[in-house]
């Protein structure tokens, strides 16, 4: 996949898998790498990004497992810019659906 | 890879930033392996699916180095721009300003032979139908039918026509050179202020 595509549905992903709870570095990770094929790697200079320009932000928290974790909240212009991006992606994803459509039909 | 290994290939590629900088996203790393093992992935694999080290590292230098430099105003920084406005007025003055110049002087010189070839033209027809009306002063329509008919109007209208279209021409030509010289001039800016 085309990799400025892919970077662009993954910021997508993860701002919407953090939306409904606070998560862990390795639970969004994990999340992603299970549907795409990824090096994983990269998703933390993603949500590094995402949190300088402030749509996250983090804290530590102890894990009943062990040493304390780093959690990702969502902020409040991180759920505006997440309701652009979703709506980005379905009126694109659509489009292509349509198109799709069209192409192989006849 | 083991996870040791991993982490000091990391580090030594993010060597450029500063160390709390560097501590931060090796901190990401390092926790990541840590859960993965908890929950139980052999090391090798958990740091295999993370990628390669130096993929990472790029990643994460080019988030950061831009908004550092922008902000940056150090002793090194300033001499780099002094440097560089330096030697860019020097090629400016010597390898970019003759050309420039030779270019806006045809410029001119095509503003001036189109105006002419417009204005001439009316001035000789000006001066046909005076004559004409000199010889026929009674007769009003004469002038203009002697200029219309006379054999002078076919090469003064085609002069016109050329000079009008000289000028469009030369229009267009300035319009890009504009262009050109405006993203010369911002080229010059960037390269002063930082290059990027």
Not at chain 2, 182 to 190: D, E, Q, R, T
């Amino acid at each position: 996949m085309n990799v400025q595509f892919k970077k662009g549905v993954l910021e997508l992903c993860v701002l919407v898998l953090a939306s409904g709870r606070d998560r862990y570095g390795y639970e969004l990770v994990h999340s992603l790498s299970e549907k795409f094929s990824m090096a994983e790697g990269t998703v933390y200079p993603l949500l590094r990004r995402l949190t300088n320009d402030g749509y996250f932000t983090t804290y530590l928290k102890e894990s009943t497992e062990g040493p304390p974790r780093k959690y990702y909240r969502l902020t409040n212009s991180g759920q505006r810019y997440m309701h652009e991006l979703v709506d980005d992606w379905i009126h694109f994803s659509s489009g292509v659906n349509q198109i799709i459509e069209e192409g192989m039909s006849g | 890879m083991t996870k040791e290994e991993f982490m000091r290939s990391l580090g030594s590629h993010l060597k450029s930033l500063s160390a709390k900088e560097r501590a931060d996203m090796l901190y990401d790393y390092e926790e990541h392996l840590r859960v993965a093992m908890e929950q139980g992935l052999p090391e090798e694999e958990a740091v295999a699916s993370l990628g390669s080290p130096g993929v990472i590292a790029k990643e994460l230098l080019a988030d950061c180095e831009v908004p550092e430099a922008d902000k940056d105003t150090s002793v090194r920084n300033v001499s780099r721009a002094v440097l560089a406005t330096i030697a860019l007025g020097l090629f400016n003055f010597i390898v970019v300003l003759g050309p420039v110049l030779g270019i806006f002087g045809i410029l001119v010189g095509m503003y001036c032979t189109s105006v002419a070839l417009v204005i001439g033209p009316l001035v000789a027809a000006i001066g046909l139908a005076f004559a004409g009306a000199g010889t026929a002063f009674l007769n009003v329509f004469a002038p203009l039918a002697s200029l219309w008919t006379g054999t002078a109007v076919f090469p003064l209208l085609l002069a016109v026509g050329l000079g009008l279209l000289l000028l469009a021409f030369t229009l267009w030509v300035t319009k890009w050179l504009v262009r050109g010289l405006v993203a010369y001039v911002n080229w010059n800016v960037s390269i002063i202020k930082g290059g990027r």
